[in-house]
C-alpha cells in the first residue's frame, strides 16, 4: 500500500535519535575478536531472572557471525542471534527473536515492531518503518537491532488461531515486547560488556500500536519511540469492521463489487479533486470534500433507477445503505479501554479506493481467503480467536452486548487507548507518534483508517509532534520538527499551539514532489483504469 504522505526522520533531539550517516560516524572500530565473541552466544542459556515478565527463560538457537562479502548482505559485519524465549504455560508457542548485534556498535539498540497479527519474525536486517528506501539500514549504522514474531506464528492475514491459548494471546497483546527487549539487552551485555547507551523502539499500524504500547507500560526500558499511524484500538477496530461486514453482507444487492467502487470513487474525485484549487489526481481538502460529497450527494448521482441494482454504474437502495455503514461513525454501545466506545467512519467518500477491500463476490467464504472482504476477515479473526474463543461462529451473526464483559477483558489486554504518557516523559523519553494522511492508488487494497490515529492526536495535545488528518490539529513539544527525507532542524514554537514544554514541530505533505507545508490531509486518484 502507498501511504505515508507526511513522513518523518527519526530523530528526537536530547536523546541523539536519529538514524543517518552521523550514526555510522560514531561507530567504533572493529574490536580484533569479533567472530569468537558471536560464536560463543550459540546455545547461550538466558535465565528467566534476567526477563522482567514471567517466563521459563530463553535459549540461543544459532549465533551466525556474517560478513560485508555474504551473499546478500548490505549491513556490514555482525553477529545474528536467533533464539526462543520459552512460555511458563508448557503448551504455549515459544516467543521466537532476531537480535543482530554489529562489530561496529554505536552503543544504541533499535526494536521494530510487527504487523496485523504478526506470527512473522521480525529480523531488524532491513529498514525501519517508513525509513527513505535507499538509506543504509539502522543495523548497517551500528545499531544493534532486535525483534521477534510476537509469540507464534500465523497463515497470515488475521489468523489468529494463537489467541486460543491464554499466554500466547497475552504475548501477542503485549507481553512479548518487554520479553524481547530484556532478552535482547542479555544478548547486548554478554557480546559488548555493556548496555546500551539509548534504546529505540519503532513500527507502524500494529508496529506503531507495539511503539505505544513501549511508552505505556515499559517506559523504564525505552529512550526513543516512533509510532507511525498506530492501530491502537484494536478492539473497536474490529469491531466495527464487524459492524460494517454485516452490512456489506446483509443481502444480495448489498455487496459493492471492484466495478462499483470505482464508480464510487470517480464520483468522489470528480466532487472532491478540484477543492484545493488544483485538479491533480489528489484530495488535500477532504474537510471540504466531506461537506461536498455527502451521502444526499451520492444519491443524486449514482442511484440506480428506482434503487434497483441495475449495473456497475449506479449503486442499488441496499448498496447505498452500505456506503452509509463505512461513512458513519461505529459505536460499541459500552466502553473498552480508556472510555473509548467510538470508531471513526472510513475514507470510501474521501477518495480511497477500497481496491480489492471488499471481496470478489457477494457471499464470503466460511474461513476467510484473500479473496475475502478486509473487513470480514478482521471481523472473523477477533469474533472466533479473540472474543468467543469458538472457531465455529458465525462473524456475521456476533452480537457485541451480548460479549461485553470478554471485549472489556480484550481491550484491556491489547489496546493501547490511554493517552497520558506522562511517566514516559517523566523519565526523558521522546517520541514521534505519526498520523497518517494517505495516498491511495490502484495497490491499495486496504486504507488505513486515518481518522482513527488521528483522533489520538486530537485527545492529547501534550505529547509529541504530529498533524492531524481531520482537524489540523498539531502537537508541538519536544522534537524538533517533520521533514521529508532531510534532517529537520529547530524550529520556533508555534504560538498558536497548546504546550507544556520547550520546542517546535512542523507539519509537511508532498505533492508531485513539493513541500507544501500545510498540515491537510490528501488522497490520492487512482491511475485511470485502475
Known sequence: MRSTVVVAVL??????????????????AAPPGARQRC?????????????????????????????PTDAGNANGEFCKVLGRIHPVDPIAPDIKFEVNLPTRWNNRMLQMGGGGFDGTLVTGLGGASNQVPASPTPLALGYVTAGSDSGHETAGGFDGRFALNAESFANFGRLQIKKTHDVAMALVQKRYGA???????????????????????????????????????????????????????RGPDTWISPD???????????????????????????????????????RSRLRCPEGRDSGAACLSDGQLATVETFNTPFSLGFPVSAGLSVFPKLAMLDGATFLNALGQGPVPSTWPTNQDATQYAEASGTVRYVITRDVTADPLAFDPAKWATRITEVSEAWDANSVDLSQFMSKGGKMIPSATTSAWSRDSDRPPPTRSSASIASRDSRTATACSTRSSTRWAHWTRGWTVGARPEPLKPSTSTPRTTSGAGRCASTRHGRDTRAPVASTRRPPSGA
Open 39 to 67: 560464536l560463543a552466544l550459540n546455545n547461550l542459556k538466558i535465565p528467566a531472572a534476567s526477563i522482567g515478565l514471567p517466563t521459563s527463560g530463553a535459549t540461543v538457537v544459532s549465533a551466525v557471525f556474517v560478513i
Open 11 to 28: 530523530f528526537a533531539s536530547t536523546a541523539g535519535f536519529w538514524i543517518g550517516a552521523a550514526a555510522a560516524q560514531g561507530a567504533a
Open 195 to 249: 548496555s546500551p547507551r539509548h534504546s529505540y523502539f519503532i513500527g507502524g499500524s500494529q508496529g506503531g500500536h507495539e511503539a505505544l504500547i513501549a511508552a505505556l507500560f515499559y517506559t523504564a526500558d525505552y529512550d526513543g519511540i516512533v509510532a507511525h499511524y498506530p492501530a491502537y484500538d484494536i478492539t473497536l477496530m474490529h469491531l466495527a469492521a464487524q459492524h460494517r461486514a454485516r452490512a456489506l453482507f
Open 260 to 298: 462499483k467502487m470505482k464508480t464510487i470513487a470517480t464520483a468522489v474525485y470528480a466532487a472532491c479533486d478540484g477543492l484545493d484549487g488544483v485538479t491533480d489526481g489528489i484530495i488535500s481538502n477532504v474537510a471540504g470534500c466531506n461537506r461536498v460529497m455527502t451521502m444526499d450527494a451520492l
